[in-house]
């Protein structure tokens, strides 16, 4: 059965570092989305791609944060200058284009040090 | 505005029914879905229900919905070890793609 993937699984990083995550969303599938989790709280929204454009995005989603699909495959997630609360687990969506149901990958735990 | 609440935890004996609950807040049309997490793992769909509809059934899981309460319950039948987990109830409200999550229920299955 076809799977979101997310890589790395966990990644430490200094403050004010760049980190990008990384995303393979299901192949047919035509809207990618990223959420994170900081420890304890609930699972927040940060932005939706679409047709290679942001489509929509939270506060949260500020200019530190950018999304790219370099290639036919990748959904990528950089944090220019990462800071301490940006620790969190952040996860990557797919979804085909008529479908209501948004299929997670398993996360990427960022620690920022 | 848009939120979702659940109880933050739920500890039951193998073999009885769990029920997990979850109230939302917006009022307009809806998808809700349930998710389960487990250790480790990202998000794994199980189920969701259109706000048009006041009941689903897929195999041991059962999503009932009171739109008049804005109240998403799922239960579990014949509860299994297997099924301990952090359960999460997600809302999708009118024309937005996002979801809205709640903060997940952690299901304690005791042997």
């Known amino acids: 059965e076809p799977e979101v993937t997310q890589t790395p699984s966990h990644q430490v990083t200094q403050m004010g570092q760049e980190v990008i995550l990384r995303c393979v969303p299901i192949?047919?599938?035509?809207?990618f989305y990223w959420y994170r989790q900081i420890l304890g709280q609930k699972v927040e929204f940060l932005v939706s791609?679409?047709?290679?454009?942001?489509?929509?995005k939270s506060e949260i989603f500020d200019d530190q944060f950018s999304v790219e699909r370099p290639d036919g495959s990748n959904f990528t997630l950089k944090i220019r200058s990462t800071k301490l609360e940006d620790s969190a687990m952040y996860f990557c969506?797919?979804?085909?284009?008529?479908?209501?149901?948004?299929?997670f990958g398993p996360g990427t735990r960022l620690t920022v040090t | 505005g848009e939120d979702v609440e659940q109880s933050l935890f739920l500890s039951v004996r193998e073999g009885d029914s769990s029920v997990i609950n979850c109230t939302y807040t917006?009022?307009?049309?809806?998808?809700l879905y349930w998710y389960k997490q487990e250790p480790g793992a990202g998000l794994q769909l199980l189920t969701y229900?259109?706000?048009?509809?006041d009941m689903k059934q897929d195999q041991r899981l059962t999503v009932l919905l009171n739109k008049k309460d804005k109240h998403l319950s799922l239960r579990i039948a014949d509860t299994q070890t297997g099924d301990s987990a952090i359960y999460f109830c997600?809302?999708?409200?009118?024309?937005?793609?996002?979801?809205?999550f709640g903060s997940g229920t952690k299901l304690n299955v005791k042997p």
């Open positions: 192949s047919n599938h035509l809207y």
């Open positions: 997600a809302a999708r409200f009118s024309n937005f793609n996002k979801f809205y």
């Open positions: 917006d009022s307009s049309s809806t998808y």
């Open positions: 791609f679409y047709n290679n454009e942001i489509s929509e």
């Open positions: 229900i259109f706000s048009n509809m």
């Open positions: 969506a797919s979804k085909t284009g008529d479908s209501y149901e948004q299929y």
